[in-house]
Each structure stands twice: as C-alpha cells, then as structure tokens.
C-alpha cells in the first residue's frame, strides 16, 4: 500500500483544482462579472444557489461507510471534469450557476471523503498535520491557481481557467485511482438514514461545533466576498492587482494551513480553536481601520485570513472523532454547514454593503466569529481519542 504521506499529497492536489476553481470566482469577482454582463451584487447572489447541492450531502457522504472513501473521491473527481469546461463553451449567467452548483456537489463529496480517509489511516494525535497538509489545496488555490487564472485570463480571456482546472482535474482522477487504497470502514455498522439521524441525535456536540463553523464560516465569507470589490474601488486594482492581493491571502493560509495542524496536536484542538477564533473576530474588526494604504489592507487580509484558517483547520480533526463508529456522519455535517453559511453570507453581502459599506462587512463577521467562539466552548474533544 503506498505510504500514508503520499497519500496525503495525491488527495492535496486533486482538491487543489477542485478548490482553484471555486475560489477564483471570489478573486476575479468584478471580472467574472463583467464577463457575463451583470453586477456583482447578482454575480453574489447567483453563487449564493451553490447551496442548493450541500443539502443532499448528508444522505449521500454517510454512504462510504457502505462503498467506501475511494469510490466518493473518484465520483466527485468526475462531476468535477465534466461540468466545469461548460463554462468555457457556454460563458452565461445560466451556465455559470449551474455548473458552481454541480462544483460544489464535487466539493462536498470530495471533502469529507477525503477527511474520513485521513480519520481511518492517521491517529488522532497526528490527525491535526495531516489535515493541515492536505489543506495547502486551499492556500494553493491563491497561492497558485489565483496567478495562473490571472495570467490565463490576461491572455486567453476570463473563460479560459475553467476549461485548466478540468484539465488539471482529469489528470488528478488517474493519480487517486492508481494510489489512493480502496479501504472499507472497520465497522460493521450497516448505513441507514435511521442510522444517521441516531448518530446526529445522540451526539449534541455535534450541533454546538456545527454551529460554529457556521458562524465562522458566515463571518469569513462577507469579508471574503467583499475584498476584491474594496481593493478595486479602493486602489484602482487591476486583475493582475488581485492577483497579487490573491497571494498575499494564499500566503497567510498557508502558514495558518501548517502552524494549526502543528500546534494543535501540541497543545489541543479545542484550545487552538478558541485561542485563533478570539483573534480572528479582532482582525476582522480592526481591518477597516488598517487597510488606509495598500500596503496596510494587505498586512490586514493577511492576518484576517490567518487567524480564520488556523480556527478552521484546528477543528477539523475534533468532527473525525466526535463519532468514531460511523466517522463520515459528523464529516457530512461539516461539508454542509458551511456551504449553507457561505450561501447566506452572500445573500446579505450587497444590503450590507449598500448600508454599510465595507466597514460594516468588517464589523458584522467579527460579531459572527465572536458568537461562534463562544457556541465552541460547548465542545470538548472526544476523551477516547
């Protein structure tokens, strides 16, 4: 069987494009939009219909418990390649929605696959690194895809990163059927829906840490829905601007994605969790206040994001072992709450900003990731773990 770090890395690369496809958009928003011929407001509320897919995860994740991680990992991999050049061919408002639906269905698929692998092959006192490297796919979809899309978009127009990332994508699918083993859950544990709403029932801190990452997840999707529009207006970016801006905040999650998964296997998931999500409601309040020069707004979306992706990775292993019997059940939980927070972040984005501007933006995710730090304090980490 090969080794559990390459693995690791194979499952890091093939969400790697899965994840560039999906963050771009936030990146390049003013763009995209100009590219269908629509504002951002309603570029933001036709992405808030991504949703829609996550309401089927938790009937369809808990399912590898019966066929297994690998065959979830390979399916998503295919929704993924399929959809995605349809934006390419097809460049609407229409196909555009459609297709962000059917990529988030791969997401949330994949995910959660991918993280009850890493539960079944990595003990949980390792759990916290292993999680962290196979979230450098969501720094690497800045750090690296937001670049390239940039560079692709500079030259060969805005449809151009879609038809890359499936390209990317296909090649990925041949890597996890080749390496990743076909592993079936060491539970006798038969799945049912009944089965399911037990687990959730039975298991009340699932709802308290759920409720977390949603307000989290809520709080930093204003933010992150709002700062290439702010850094636009604000000092005449252009996309190669973003681009730049898009580097500085892959940065930050990348040494958030490796200083959580290190310190919380040192020190303790949950007070990892609390400390960095303390933080995180401070940066997203003082952020209107640091960001008077360009210089100064990319220091503060540096720790913003910083402070967010050390406060979600830190909690990631505590959902693989919340219900060891069954671990995909909790994982499905967290694959759909924050697509559904996400979603009603961008519902609310463009009255906020209307009201507001992007201070309150600002002010409103540090209210939500204050109220999430202290719905978290009802968590405790499994004691068998």
């Not at 690998?70 to 993924?80: E, N, P």
């Not at 079936?184 to 687990?199: E, K, N």
């Not at 978290?376 to 980490?381: A, G, Y």
Request: with cysteine; glycine share 8%; hydrophobic share 55%.
């Amino acid at each position: 069987m090969p080794s559990i770090r390459l693995q690791l890395w194979v499952l890091a690369f093939a969400r790697f494009f899965i994840t560039t496809m999906l963050r771009m958009i936030f990146s390049f928003l003013p763009t995209f939009a100009r590219g269908l011929g629509v504002p951002i407001g309603t570029l933001q509320r036709a992405l808030a219909a991504r949703s829609i897919s996550s309401f089927i995860v938790p009937f369809v994740v808990p399912l590898s418990e019966k066929f297994g991680r690998k065959t979830f990992l390979i399916l998503a991999l295919l929704i993924f390649i399929f959809s995605t050049p349809l934006i390419y061919f097809s460049p609407t408002l229409g196909t555009f929605t459609v297709v962000v639906v059917l990529v988030n269905f791969a997401s949330v698929m994949f995910d959660p696959a991918m993280r009850t692998h890493i539960g079944d092959v990595v003990p949980y006192e390792q759990r916290g690194m292993a999680v962290g490297i196979t979230e450098l796919s969501w720094s690497g979809a800045f750090l690296i895809g937001a670049p390239v899309a940039a560079l692709l978009i500079a030259r060969y127009g805005w449809q151009s990163p879609f038809l890359a990332v499936a390209i990317g994508g296909a090649i990925m699918l041949i890597a996890v059927w080749r390496i990743i083993p076909d592993l079936r859950p060491q539970t006798t544990v038969r799945f049912s829906l009944r089965m399911l709403a037990r687990h959730v029932a039975d298991t009340p801190m699932l709802w308290a840490a759920a409720g977390y990452v949603g307000l989290a997840m809520a709080a930093n999707m204003l933010v992150f829905s709002s700062y290439a529009d702010w850094l636009e207006n604000t000092f005449g970016l252009n996309v190669g601007g973003l681009g730049t801006a898009a580097i500085v905040l892959g940065s930050s999650e990348l040494i958030g994605e490796l200083s959580a998964g290190w310190l919380s296997d040192k020190f303790g998931k949950r007070r990892i969790v609390l400390l960095t999500v303390t933080l995180s409601s401070l940066t997203y309040f003082l952020l209107p206040f640091i960001g008077v020069s360009m210089l100064t707004a990319l220091i503060g979306i540096f720790l913003v994001f910083l402070t967010f992706e050390m406060s979600f990775i830190s909690v990631v292993p505590i959902f693989t072992e919340l219900v060891p019997a069954a671990r995909s059940v909790p994982l499905a939980v967290l694959s759909l709450t924050p697509p559904i927070a996400r979603a009603l972040a961008l519902l609310f984005a463009p009255t906020i900003t209307a009201v507001g501007g992007f201070r309150l933006i600002c002010w409103s995710a540090a209210g939500l990731a204050l109220l999430g730090g202290l719905v978290f304090r009802l968590v405790q980490e499994n004691s068998s773990a």
